[in-house]
């Protein structure tokens, strides 16, 4: 038996405790261990820096068709060059284990597609171009 005092809503008690089953054990505590300092690297010739990295894909010029809503994109149903209309399907965006298809809601002429499927998107960020 183990005694201990509780403290509930301002009022002290004294309590037994028994405890049952199995032996309690203790996980000892490793010590810390102080680490060499390394000695310092040579050092290296100055090489040229390195070529950057390539921007992202860029809108091309026209009206964006942006996401509604944060999602994955599903498929993407058009191609840079392919004239669409109002009702033109563009993509199908999955948020909330929900497939939400996304239309052009204009006419014209896509001139770039930003996204591809599997990408993860934003509210508001660009999926296509249309010009």
């Known amino acids: 038996m183990r005694k201990f005092n509780i403290t509930v809503n301002g ?3 004294e309590v037994d405790v028994e405890e049952v089953g199995g ?5 000892p505590v490793a ?3 102080a680490t060499p300092t390394p000695a310092p690297a040579p050092v290296q ?4 820096a390195a070529a950057p990295a ?3 894909a860029a809108a091309g010029s026209g009206t964006p068709v942006k996401s509604p809503m944060p999602g994955t994109i599903v ?3 058009v191609n840079v060059g392919d004239k669409v209309k109002n009702d033109t399907l563009i ?3 999955e948020a909330m284990k929900m497939e939400n298809e996304i239309f052009a809601g204009m006419e014209g002429t896509v001139t770039s597609v930003v996204t591809s499927a599997g990408a993860s998107v934003n509210s508001g960020d660009t999926l296509v171009t249309i010009g």
Do not use: D, E, G, I
């Not at 032996?23 to 996980?27: A, E, H, P, R």
């Open 11 to 13: 009022k002290r008690y």
């Open 54 to 56: 390539p921007a992202p």
């Open 31 to 33: 010590a810390p261990v």
């Open 23 to 27: 032996v309690q054990t203790s996980v």
């Open 91 to 93: 993509a199908v965006l």
């Open 75 to 77: 498929s993407v149903k």
């Open 45 to 48: 010739p100055a090489t040229p």
